[in-house]
């Protein structure tokens, strides 16, 4: 039988990403409490600094992880949480089993995770999401010399083209389905923020000869047993483009499963929180992507926020109040620019698959007018990815929220839930 471990501690952290890890540091430099960081990756570092060949290589994250390992906090990595035990208790599965995390004050700092949208022949083997093929490649996947199109919405996009280029891929081409209009009037505004100016020349410079264009995207995917070729739009002009690899994503949609697991009041697909971060249960606050998708700079400093109001330093948290209106001024700019257009909605076909996990397809739930009641139907969220996939489809196809979570959150071994 495999064995139950037991943690205690003052402030736990649950995601090892930009937000957990400044909470952790800000937290410890303001207090004597016992400070714990929960992630399921083997390192620290989240999606946006996930390692490469088990290395860290953006130095603000490497400093960052340095002065959380000088200071006394607790860091469990491998560490999947997946069910509450009581108000001030956490269950988490590890490769020794079940451990039980027992807390006084709780700081959720979950992240975000990749949209897809289902499109005719999406599931193909060699599309990934855009994140998803970038993280294969930190762990060795070979793309030198394969033609590559990136495609979705986000500035994320450029970002994973940057990389995978520098990887020796032929990056054919971006395909950003967002207007040029609405890209150009972000553009303009991005002299309030100089950082995120320079951000963007560097990362454009990086792609030099790779084509970026607006208004376009796929409406579907061909292949025998593999991606050969995928159609685009653009304009009302349609062509066929043969590639070997498609790096698709939607933008980001916040996890907020154990938030909504442990009744935080969510809204709109975000937590809700005040402006030191609490959320609507107490001794619980939140930070990061779960409360809106703003970036990792308003991460950051929601994350510094969210671990000095856990140690009672409110006052030191008003000094920051300015800068964080801003940052969040920005991500709703943001946000506004790449927002999906309309025709996203109609890609899929009667056949095509939307539940990936179930193999349910957009004819079938056609016939319902809820999640809830396609779930109990046809199985659609029920799967692996427990609805991750396919709640965040169901939103823009439907309208639909998923308000149905249900421990555990995660896939987990069958005898670390008898224990």
Request: glycine share 10%; aromatic share 8%.
């Amino acid at each position: 039988m495999k064995r139950m471990d037991k943690i205690d501690t003052d402030i736990l952290i649950v995601g090892g990403g930009a937000a957990g890890m400044s909470a952790a540091l800000a937290a410890s430099q303001h207090s004597d409490f016992r400070i714990s960081v929960v992630d399921d990756n083997p390192q620290l570092g989240g999606q946006i600094w996930r390692s490469e060949m088990g290395k860290i290589k953006s130095p603000d994250a490497r400093k960052l992880i340095e002065k959380i390992k000088e200071n006394r906090i607790k860091i469990l990595t491998g560490t999947q949480v997946y069910a509450q035990e009581d108000d001030t208790c956490l269950l988490a599965e590890t490769r020794r089993g079940t451990t039980n995390i027992h807390f006084t004050k709780l700081i959720l700092a979950t992240g975000a995770r990749e949209r897809f949208l289902p499109f005719p022949n999406w599931t193909l083997p060699n599309i990934f999401g855009a994140g998803g093929l970038q993280a294969l490649v930190k762990n060795g996947l070979s793309v030198e010399n394969k033609r590559v199109i990136v495609a979705g919405t986000g500035p994320l996009l450029l970002a994973v083209a940057a990389y995978l280029k520098s990887k020796g891929a032929n990056v054919l081409f971006i395909a950003e389905q967002a207007s040029r209009g609405k890209l150009l009037k972000f553009g303009v505004g991005l002299w309030r923020n100089p950082n995120k100016l320079f951000q963007a020349v560097g990362l454009r410079s990086r792609l030099f000869g790779v084509k970026y264009m607006t208004d376009c995207f796929i409406t579907s995917a061909k292949g025998n047993g593999k991606l050969e070729a995928i159609n685009l739009t653009r304009h009302g002009k349609n062509w066929l483009v043969e590639c070997d690899y498609l790096a698709c994503g939607f933008h980001l949609v916040p996890n907020i499963e154990l938030a909504s697991l442990i009744k935080c009041k969510v809204k709109s697909g975000n937590v809700v929180v005040n402006e030191y971060q609490e959320t609507s249960v107490a001794d619980v606050f939140c930070a990061g992507e779960p409360t809106g998708i703003e970036g990792v700079d308003l991460s950051l400093l929601e994350g510094k926020i969210a671990g000095l109001s856990a140690v009672g330093k409110k006052e030191e948290v008003r000094k920051l109040l300015s800068k964080c209106i801003k940052l969040r001024r920005f991500a709703d700019n943001l946000n506004t620019a790449f927002s999906l257009r309309d025709e996203l909605k109609s890609l899929s076909k009667s056949e095509t698959i939307v539940c990936r996990c179930e193999d349910v397809s957009f004819d079938r739930l056609k016939a319902f007018s809820s999640f809830r009641e396609a779930k109990m139907q046809t199985r659609c969220g029920m799967g692996a990815c427990q609805g991750r996939i396919c709640g965040a489809a169901t939103k823009v196809l439907f309208d639909w929220e998923n308000t149905s979570f249900r421990p555990p959150i995660f896939p987990v071994k069958l005898g670390n839930l008898t224990e």
